[in-house]
């Protein structure tokens, strides 16, 4: 509920009504209507409530909404391909990715470019500044795997999510010093403290 009530004039913004966190939680948890439904399609607001901060989650709704309108462009008469042309590498992956149906996501309306600058120049700038890997640990030798996703750099919130999965982690390394991986996990779901 916290995570709601940090960020309910986002919430209230997209939804685009007067809701307090309570009604918001009610209706999270005891709707019959997909939870995606009730963000209004909105996965900046998904992830906001997954805990991955109100930045990243706006980044990567972004940066949905860049690459189906740059693909919906690409269309007869080819209104993009100039662009398309000025995309750096990793950006006409992401490009190529939602264009071959990889990912999915239910574009509603045209998303011009909030900052003045082309499309794709919004694309490369928002993803040459973000990290993919949590830094400070290892994913193929960590036994616990930590969270990766991708996260704004040199962002106060993923300085502060950052902290949170470290001290997480340690916890998580601790308690399966204490026994069996199956024992600990089913005790911390059977009796979480």
């Known amino acids: 509920m916290k995570v ?8 209230q913004e997209i939804l685009d009504r007067r809701i307090d966190s309570e009604q918001l939680l009610q209706e999270l948890c005891y709707s019959e209507r997909d939870v995606i439904e009730i963000l209004n399609g909105n996965s ?4 906001i409530l997954l805990g991955y901060g109100k930045i990243n989650s706006t980044n990567f709704e972004r940066k949905v909404n860049i690459c189906h309108e740059l693909n919906a462009k690409m ?31 239910p574009s509603k309306e045209s998303y011009p470019s ?22 400070g640990s290892d994913f193929f030798l960590d036994k616990i795997i930590a969270p990766i996703f991708a ?17 997480t982690k340690h916890q998580l390394n601790q308690a399966y010093l204490q026994g069996s991986f199956l024992k600990v996990t089913l005790n911390q779901w059977m009796c979480p403290q």
């Open 4 to 11: 709601i009530s940090d960020n309910i004039d986002t919430f």
């Open 44 to 47: 900046a607001l998904l992830g």
């Open 75 to 105: 269309t007869p008469p080819f209104s993009a391909a100039q662009e398309i042309k000025s995309l750096l590498p990793f950006s006409r992956i992401l490009v190529g990715l939602y264009d071959n149906g990889t990912f999915s996501y």
């Open 114 to 135: 909030s900052q003045g600058i082309s499309l794709a120049d919004e694309l490369n700038d928002i993803l040459s500044n973000e990290s993919f890997q949590l830094y």
């Open 151 to 167: 996260a704004r750099k040199e962002s106060p919130e993923t300085e502060k999510l950052h902290k949170d999965y470290l001290a």
